[in-house]
């Protein structure tokens, strides 16, 4: 059984207990056979089953904006969703950074058109940020946006884009030139049947998603397709970040636990030299470290979240913090995992083989780990 006394440390309210305790039970029912072998059939299939189940309706904010993103929860359901499918976490996850800057600078009109439809599962959404030359260093991004009578051009690639290729829409941000670096960026809506829109390379990882090159030549969007103001859009990257960094790290919790788990079963049911595994005192010291780890990824992971819900326009060191030190520990945990398992660790099919895949990409997307640091440091100097 999964450790749930996290869940009654101060940072969470009553409404999160039971976010946790429901969506674990429907987990348990719904994601015990998910067939990853058409990763893209999966996809679709999750997203629609998370809508069908309430559960996307914490990825983004209802159309009126009535109440604002529960990032708690939003951590919460990572974790959780992470612990059971790591493909479901993705699916949930994408829901949610798809649609970060409609949700947090959208027009009523956009939030109107795109929410319901991503809150229901029916549309799938993408975040289009990362380029061949730029991806940690979003400022050097090159795709431009040129205006045109009515409508906005735009023409570049974008690469390692999630959910590329089974999008209905995406968030694009491409250089409009009202400053060099990060000041002449700005975001847009783009819908994936735009005329000059187009999937030129599918890639394939080691823990297999929907992952693609996109190229956009002369593809026109209207100017209502602009996300907040012309030469806003690193505010708005960085501001979606700020959100859903925290849940990242909240991912690698999720697959931390189930690495834990996982081990906790393997060493008390293996026997050598006539005792459980576990009675070997090195094998003690290593659970113990997997544990102390786990509970310090917590840590930073909900105060962060907490932070941000309480009322806190940015979380930029908080959830560098996060993301940073729970990937990293994370990857450590399931690392130990695998040691414990022996043969069968490294025996494909086998859970803790699984999240030996899963968790490397978690120390790369969204910031990779060196960036985290380059982040907190430059946060603490400023303070």
Excluded at 18 to 34: C, F, I, R, T
Excluded at 97 to 126: M, Y
Excluded at 278 to 286: D, I, R, S
Excluded at 347 to 374: C, P
Aim: hydrophobic residues 45%; aromatic residues 8%; contains cysteine.
């Amino acid at each position: 059984m999964t450790d749930q006394t996290f869940l009654h440390w101060p940072f969470f309210e009553a409404h999160h207990r039971a976010l946790a305790a429901s969506l674990d039970a429907w987990a348990k029912e719904h994601l015990a056979h998910v067939c990853h072998r058409d990763i893209d059939a999966a996809c679709r299939s999750l997203v629609a089953a998370l809508g069908q189940g309430g559960w996307l309706q914490y990825a983004a904010v209802t159309p009126n904006g009535t109440a604002p993103l529960d990032v708690r929860a939003l951590c919460l359901i990572r974790e959780t969703l992470a612990r059971h499918d790591g493909l479901a976490d993705f699916a949930f996850a994408m829901q949610g950074l798809g649609s970060g800057a409609i949700s947090l600078f959208g027009t009523e009109r956009q939030k109107a058109e795109w929410l319901p439809e991503i809150r229901a599962g029916k549309a799938i959404s993408a975040f289009a940020l990362t380029e061949p030359q730029s991806g940690s260093d979003v400022a050097n991004s090159t795709m431009t946006a040129t205006l045109d009578g009515d409508a906005y051009v735009l023409n570049g690639e974008k690469t390692w884009i999630s959910n590329g290729g089974i999008a209905d829409v995406y968030t694009l941000f491409a250089r409009t030139g009202e400053a060099a670096g990060a000041g002449g960026l700005s975001a847009f809506i783009v819908p994936a049947n735009t005329l000059g829109l187009e999937v030129t390379e599918r890639l394939e990882t080691i823990a297999p998603h929907p992952l693609a090159t996109l190229s956009f030549t002369d593809c026109r969007v209207p100017r209502s397709a602009l996300i907040g103001s012309s030469g806003s859009g690193f505010k708005i990257a960085m501001s979606v970040l700020d959100v859903f960094r925290s849940t990242v790290a909240a991912a690698a919790l999720g697959f931390a636990r189930r690495a834990l788990d996982e081990t906790l079963a393997r060493v008390s049911k293996r026997h050598v030299q006539g005792a459980p595994l576990f009675e070997l005192q090195m094998v003690q010291g290593h659970i113990a470290d997997m544990a102390v780890d786990i509970d310090a990824s917590a840590l930073l992971i909900y105060r962060a979240a907490w932070t941000k819900d309480s009322g806190a326009p940015r979380i930029t060191r908080e959830a560098a913090m996060a993301k940073l030190f729970s990937t990293d520990q994370a990857q450590k945990v399931i690392d130990r995992a695998v040691q414990l398992h022996g043969g069968d660790g490294v025996r494909s099919g086998q859970a803790v083989e699984k999240l030996y895949r899963e968790i490397r990409a978690l120390r790369i997307y969204e910031g990779a780990s060196d960036v985290q640091r380059v982040i907190i440091a430059r946060q603490t100097m400023g303070q």
